[in-house]
């Protein structure tokens, strides 16, 4: 085993795409040296470099290749072509099994050739998300200008050719601390030589020093950072040798709403922002310069805070211009704005949208101010889209709007504009309150309403106007806040957008790794678009399956189901009805009892959703069941005896059918 | 000549500009005029967008008036103007060392690489208007984009033969950063009184009034309409420079339309699309004719 | 910045630039850029049409594209251009050592007076369509006019409370003395192998076409009453520059119109009468608001 | 007596202004030191520098300022207000006459004085035809910016102050070859010192350089200059130290027309044409430098012939362009020229011109071959305005259609377009031979009788289409050509114009200092519009008027026409009839005899136009005239023989009328 160390060396790499390309050339070396027991792989990445060490063989054993020719009859000139092909002599070739075979002994390849063929073939390909070309337009492209490679087997150069480049064993260091270039020898002389070159090669100990970097400076300051993990790696992806500065912030921008401060700080320049002991926002920034700089970082500080102060005059300048217009003012504006083509304007839209929401107001049961809030929340939700605020930082929609209108409106209609587009995605939180709800639930249904109106659906991977978003958005609104809504009539009665927000749901419980054959199987037993009832009994019946009782039940139900589809196709069907009267059997009689007790013992709690009540009913016919299934001959020569034990069997899937369709669940 | 002294302290904006034509010039750059005819962006001069095609060599650098209508502030915003100035060089193809020739750069108009953080940091370029892209940075002076730095990779719909390096130095932000000024009207012009505002801010005033609320819109609609259809007759005659001067000023009549508020979102694909058309078909009358 | 050494032998045409714009710097001018908008001369410039007016001390310098549409002859002359580039100094007031500064500037950029002839040769100006006048001379060397200098007297309409000295140097000719060719498209541009002719030889044969044989005349003549009326509504607006830009852009539309040759003898005075009111209503409305 | 020097010194003078500027001067120091008895007044101008001396006393003797005051019995407000504006007080008045006088004695004047106030007030006001401000705007103005004076009186400064500038003895030479300031203390001072510093101040003297330059540099050449005393004056203004040079022609230009050639030269570079000794183009230039250039002028020369190469380049190539496109080929593009906007366009000029051309032929006689040579001529007179050369040399409209004519339709027609602007002014030939003649003449008639047609005739000195000019070229033209026209038809009978015409004949007359009262007194003898037979009458008149007889004759005239006049207001007019039969005195049947005599000999003559015949027959008047005056008494008692004498008397102005109205005729 020999060491494989492997630098790419380049102008500067996003940030975003390093951690990916560091997993695609641990990908492309585990493959391309899958013969040679490729092992200890590590990989490095950072702003100017990608790379990897490995233990691999030095060769790759030898073996026998073997091609078919054609058939021992076939005429010459067939033959002739199979020569040819492999550039063989006739003397090479065997006969075997009506075949003509070449078999030719492979020697042992040297990793040495796999790594100027393979691995260069490879890599000449590599995943990059975007890539290009430079220089004298050689048809070679990377992620940006490769400019030197480092190549090593066993400590001895193996000159790779990627384009332009050949591989040596020279890299460079720190641009302005080390500036030339050095030797290196391995991997660790290499990260060795690095960290005197300031250069931290490792991507996690670059992390550690932005994101702790000891805490002595955090402690002195008294200040916590807040933690944002993406800010940290894609800071870490932007310098080789991380230096933790802190700047002030003006006062002058500390009554700004901290969500405009510090999108300004992370989205534009990178910054991190700092909490107090109290948990209030710190009048202070970090950042990470590249450069230890003589002077401590005074002049970088001195820009940083510059910089920042620009930037947040200009979040100032536009904050103070918009609150001199209330937001009913901006209304005139969004006629002028359409959302899209064939639904019309945004000023339409906030009127349907209020429309809705204080309609949903009132099915939530709430009257008065509520339903007045929801509707002048719903009007106003986009009339940030006109402010300069949002005009300048997009990502603010909503909040500014919630801030904007707070001050006019009152709290709750701010707060029902700040969370309306909530969530945004799987991970963010979704609205609370009944007005912010009745908001937020206005605007998807209105969105997906008027999309499938004109028929602008998402298909396959395409959805344009993130349909698929709000859907899912709709359903955790209801289920997070146990809304008691009739969906249906609040989709105008799309069934085809009612299939999809279904579907959707089926997406989010497998994503969940919840059983969604569980949510088909109560889908089935009777239409509900009641989705916190739907998923309050999908819930019922999962955790019932999970008990003995339950899993006994359910092969209950399909040993019942497999019998009565035999028997129903000869000549059935059998009607579930109530066999009356005595029977041979006790085992039947005792089923069909029980299953009359259950029945009148559920219906109530099944109107009443006490689900686990009915599930606790129905465990009660396990030792029924069982006794039923072992004693009873159900297919008995008898006819009208196998028409009552068959219509038994099929009250028993009836019973159950109430509560979910079994037959659609897995076991 | 009268030997240049450069005064002490740090460089005027003039002066800046200055250096930098030295340091490009000795680069074998040919240092040309801006273009006379309005545009949003250095890139448009045809210095650039025409000559970055085909396999020619070519190493130019120039100043360009950017105009940027949507951009006024009416003179009050310390750090935004409609009309500014870019720097660009351009490199074809694009050297081994043309990062390095950037720092040498700041290195020459005084910003010490030793006290200042300077980065690249990722920054894709795309010009709908122009049929172009290309992948880059944004280049920050601690924590201020200075420069934006681009590898070409297409314009006007040709794939970049002979890829060029595209340098841009904001002049403004880079002047403020040397003179560690906060307010660009303060910036020191000519190193003998003269400021950054006393020449402009009247002008941007001004400018910010037509831009939001004096232009002729409807004169503008049809002026757009206009370049259109006559760059499209003169691509035909086969003149791709006079063509594509009325590709630019599509693109700046767009620009003032759009400021002025009276593009809809969904007009607004439109208009780009139109302007691309046109920056398309120049390319291809440039490429086609014999230089 | 990386010194800067000047070539041996004669400057190139950039060089010659550089070295006017040190030359001029160390008199107190503000170096400017050309202005963004086509026109005929260095003269339509603001910093010189509009900053001429009024009290205040002013200078600036600078280079400005010229387009002159009917000078085209499709790159086949070695002397006439329809493009070409002036190179203009404005001192106001003028200082009492002008004719001895443009001497040193000559000087400067490799013009030794001990075996050249230089000469004022009289040169009244008057722009009729600028409202303005001056006298001066043609600056001659070896009997070749290689410069304009003139006193303003008048501009926009309005006497010049403080007279400027404009000197306008015509760069290609200039060149032209220094290297000592003959033909202006054998220049040496940039003193690395690129030539004044590679860059420009191609847009003086399109341009040649587009202004003599292609431009829509129709078209110009509709945005010639566009630019009147939109400049008339800016002065009223109180915006002078912008409404100063639709000025020029009358001026060259007239001048694109004349080589197109659909203007007759007798409408010509009417046009030119016509820019003449503009820039007279631009410089009332520039000395009239507060700067 | 003192000498007086005064050197105005400024940036550089137009050529043109300097010697009327050196008349200006002389004028200003003859006016303002007139009563400092000014003599040898001697003057310099050049192109920086107008200088003047002249010997001056040094003080204005002292007398008395006498002012009239009011009648003595004025009122006392009358007397107060003289007071009031002489700052006089009472008791300086004195009566007289019955007047109020005011004296007071005038102290003498130093010149010092008057050089400070009166010169320096006119010098302030000097007439330059266009002059500046600079500078601080001060409101002083001068032709370009003044920046110093010398003025000196006797030796010493008298610091006049003009403008910005207060004199001093300071001034300057040549800018490059005497950079730097001296001092002068004299005329002769200054005239020496600046010679020294490379500069003639005398035009005389450089204009002598420039013209002659001791011949030997031409002889060695064996060339000869064209002269031209424009130019020589012109030249001698843009230098301060002439230096001759001599550039080479290239051969390839030497093929131009001549004028393309000298013209170029000329208007644009201010070169010297030259000739061989065979009086032919030389292909060699002079100029002149303002430069002794110590390689002896070989960069200057290059230079220079380098700009006439360019200049000759273009030039050329204007000429191989326009001989590709016959003249016919564009008349088209005249009809987009207008000529003017109430006659129409210049296509519309030319086909009038033509046939005006073809008709002036035949009424000249000439038939067939000459009136088409006139129609083409015509047609295509101004086609030349659209060739390329012309377009670039305005100047050589006309020669250069003669050029292009005369290569497809002929000498003839050539020489009558390249002729037809001519006379181009008081000193500029007339075409000669008959084709040229009639387009030349229809060119300026058709201009006449189209602008007096829309009423656009001259007013006053407003003349912007330049009808004098033509007027008189018509009148040269015929006269010097002898071309017997009836001018009025040519006129369509315009009696205006025909007025204007004979107006501008006077003009023409008076300007050569010929009688034009003779003109009157011929065409008021009889309307006639051959201009060839009123010149003729004219001429004889004048010219019999010269002799005794003349002398006599006139005297004679007058003395009968007093006479008639007295005696018709009384019972007049008596007719000039022959009274028939014996007369009571013999002188008066001598005089009637005579008169018959005369009229019977001269009536053939006067038809046959022997002009020189008819006035020596009325010179055989004299004697008997002489006698009648003499003896007989017109006015005597008896009624019928005064009315014979009276229209004997009345017969001899009848009979002179024939060939003059001698009333009109000063004597």
Redesign the interface.
Known sequence: MAEFFLELFS??I???MQRDAADALRDICSWVFRNLSPQDVKTFYG?RRLAISLEIAMTKPGGVAESRGPRDSAPEAALAGFLGKHAASRHELITEGGYFWLRRDLSPTRAADIIMGSLADALAKFPWP????????ENFTW???L?RIVCLLDGQVVPLKLGPITASDITEGH??HAPGTFKVSSASDWEKKLLAHYVIADVARRVGKIGDGGRTDLDELGLELVQDANLLYEVAG??EWPVRLFGKIDPEFMDLPPEVRELSMKIN?K?FALRDASGNPAPTFM?V???Q???AGA??I???E?????RL??AR?FWDQDRKTPLEKLLPKLE???F??KIGTQRERVERIANKAENITSLLGLMGEAGRDARTAGLLCKADLVTHMVGEFPELQGVMGGYYASMTHGKLVGDAIKTHYQPKGPSDSVPKGNVAVSVALADKLDTLIEFFKIGETPTGSGDPFALRRAALGVIRIILENDLRLALKPLLDHDEKLFAFIMDRLRVKLRAEGRRFDVLDAVLSAGADDDLVRVMKRVDAVTEFLQTEDGANLLAAYKRAANILRIEDAKDGPHKPEFVLGPLPMKEAEELRDMLVFIERETYDNFTEEKYALVMAAFAKLRTVLDAFFERVTVNTPEPDLRRKNLQLLARFQYSLSRIADFSKIEG | MSPHTSPPGPKSFQDIILTLHHFWAAQGCVILQPYDVEMGAGTFHPATTLRALGPEPWRAAYVQPSRRPSDGRYGENPNRLQHYYQYQALLKPSPADIQALLLESYDAIGIDRTLHDIRFVEDDWESPTLGAWGLGWEVWCDGMEVSQFTYFQQVGGIACMSPSAEITYGLERLAMVVQGVENVYALDFNGAGVTYGDIFRRAERDYSRHNFELANTDMLIRHFADAEAECAALVVAGVAQPAYDQCIKASHLFNLLDARGVISVAERAGYIARVRDLAKACAQAWIGADG
Chains 1, 4 share one sequence.
């Open positions: 102008e500067e996003p940030a975003r702003p975007k890539s290009m070309r430079w220089g004298q337009g992620v940006r200008p400019r641009r302005v932007l310098v320049q910054y950042f310069a590249n450069l700089a003589p002077d002049a970088i001195t820009g940083n510059r910089v920042l102060r620009a005059s200009d300048h002028k704005i359409t899209h083509g």
